[in-house]
């Protein structure tokens, strides 16, 4: 079993900044992948960010590319998200997930370990 705690969310000014952070606990931490997810008001949850456990494999969703940065420090398992750049649409519920497998996969349904999420809200 992995524990997952994100904090982190809050509101923020469009144009703005926040780091989420995910600490782990539980099974070794470094032998996992780990997923950033949201579930905006009325939608489906959807990718954000991936890291592979050795650190050296990241993707991003389209739409936040140049402006979220996902990294994960293995000595404190947690794993980040920086965000910039912030816009109304990244209006979400935050979830961190965890994966234990050779790739690093996009799709939630992968995941086997998820935190309970952290509201992040931008305002316009």
């Known amino acids: 079993q992995v524990q997952l705690v994100e904090s982190g969310g809050g509101l923020v000014q469009a144009g703005g900044s926040l780091r989420l952070s995910c600490a782990a606990s539980?099974?070794?931490?470094?032998?996992?992948?780990m997923g950033w997810f949201r579930r905006a008001p009325g939608k489906d949850r959807e990718f954000v960010a991936a890291i592979m456990w050795n650190d050296n494999t990241k993707y991003y969703r389209g739409s936040v590319k140049g402006r979220f940065t996902i990294s994960r420090d293995n000595a404190q398992n947690t794993v980040y998200l920086q965000m910039n750049s912030l816009t109304p649409e990244d209006t979400a519920v935050y979830y961190c997930?965890?994966?234990?497998?050779?790739?690093?996969?996009?799709?939630?349904?992968?995941?086997?370990?998820w935190g309970q999420g952290t509201q992040v809200t931008v305002s316009s």
């Open positions: 539980g099974r070794t931490f470094t032998v996992y992948n």
């Open positions: 997930a965890a994966d234990r497998a050779p790739v690093v996969h996009t799709t939630e349904y992968e995941y086997n370990y």
